[in-house]
């Protein structure tokens, strides 16, 4: 059978254009070290790295979220430090001038002025904050959540803030809880479950605070910390020893929550330093599959690449003798 010279071209411009492809395909790789640089490569391995660099947007987002929630918690913990240290500070003071035979009323209106300033330090902490967000007004970070009078205006919002795949933990501490140890008796606790719960069948405006105003039987009594150095300092101002006297023991209930809460913000920190800790792994782990399936082994690449340019000089050559470049080689 005679083959005719379209054929002989047809299948030498087959070969060589395959093997162009191929230098062309092994020259990426070379260039960009990926085996994989379209999807059409490896239609599975494309959607899996897909999958993994997606989930790995959403770790780092994550970890975003856990160290801020992180910086609130830290600077929460300092300021929970700062009022333990006002705390103690005022109980030292109280020993010092609970009895008449180691105080004077001179002494006692010097001191006052010292609790002043403990008082002042208290609320200046209370209305800590981290950029433009207030750390202890709860849902209410806008604005200031103790005055100068020592009174709440911050709400009992936990800001929750999602550090993992539906993993979810407070970042904030409201401030009627850390400056209240009991503060579901509190007025402010109260006041909070009657703005966030108004009843429209309540009794007038001064029974509703007449009851409001009686404590519960089984109740804790509420230690309020500005109400003590308030209580503290007028005390000294009167030389009212029994007034003095009387708020060591509340004093220690407010350190005893203070170191409460503190402990309760150290876990949540600890718990966010783990889940960035796991987060990293993962991380890492993901990195490695997404290097097996798209990097290219540039031995083999290198490799297969000298490989392919000896195919095609050989089909170059191989191509003098199947096309006969004149007429008269033509006519043998």
């Known amino acids: 059978m005679r083959v005719s010279d379209n054929t002989n071209f047809g299948v030498v ?3 060589i254009t395959r093997s162009r492809s191929r230098m062309e395909n092994l020259q990426t790789q070379n260039a960009t070290l990926k085996k994989l640089n379209k999807p059409s490569d490896d239609p599975v391995g494309a959607a899996k790295v897909l999958e993994v660099r997606t989930d790995k947007v959403n770790n780092d987002q994550f970890q975003s979220n856990a160290k801020l929630a992180e910086a609130f ?3 929460t913990d300092h300021a929970l430090e700062d009022l333990s240290e006002v705390v103690m500070r005022a109980k030292e003071i109280a020993i010092n001038q609970s009895s008449n035979a180691s105080s004077s009323p001179e ?3 010097g001191v006052a002025e010292e609790v002043k300033q403990l008082y002042q330090q208290a609320v200046s902490t209370g209305n800590r904050r981290i950029g433009d967000r207030y750390l202890f007004g709860g849902y209410k970070t806008n604005q200031a ?3 100068a009078e020592g009174n709440y205006h911050g709400d009992d919002g936990e800001m929750m803030t999602e550090i993992g795949r539906e ?4 970042m904030n501490v409201p401030g009627f809880h850390a400056f209240n140890t009991a503060p579901e008796s509190s007025g402010d606790m109260r006041r909070l479950q009657q703005e966030k719960n108004p009843d429209k069948s309540a009794p007038p405006q001064a029974l509703r605070t007449l009851a409001s105003e009686e404590p519960a ?3 804790p009594q509420n230690v309020n910390i500005f109400q003590e150095l308030k209580t503290l300092r007028v005390g000294l101002l009167t030389g009212d020893t ?5 708020t060591l023991e509340r004093f220690d209930d407010m350190l005893g929550k203070i170191v409460a809460t503190r402990a309760k913000v150290g876990s949540r920190v600890q718990g966010i330093q783990g889940n960035i800790s796991a987060m990293e792994r993962h991380n890492i782990t993901n990195a490695q599959l997404t290097s097996s399936i798209e990097d290219a082994d540039m031995t083999q690449v290198v490799s297969d690449l000298a490989k392919e340019e000896t195919v095609f000089k050989s089909s170059l050559a191989s191509s003098k003798h199947l096309i006969q470049p ?3 080689e033509f006519l043998r």
């Open 13 to 15: 411009r087959d070969s």
């Open 73 to 75: 918690l830290n600077n």
């Open 107 to 109: 002494t006692r209106i």
């Open 145 to 147: 959540p103790v005055d």
């Open 167 to 170: 993993v979810y933990i407070g």
């Open 217 to 219: 039987l089984d109740a």
């Open 242 to 246: 029994n007034a003095i006297r009387g």
């Open 326 to 328: 004149t007429l008269l």
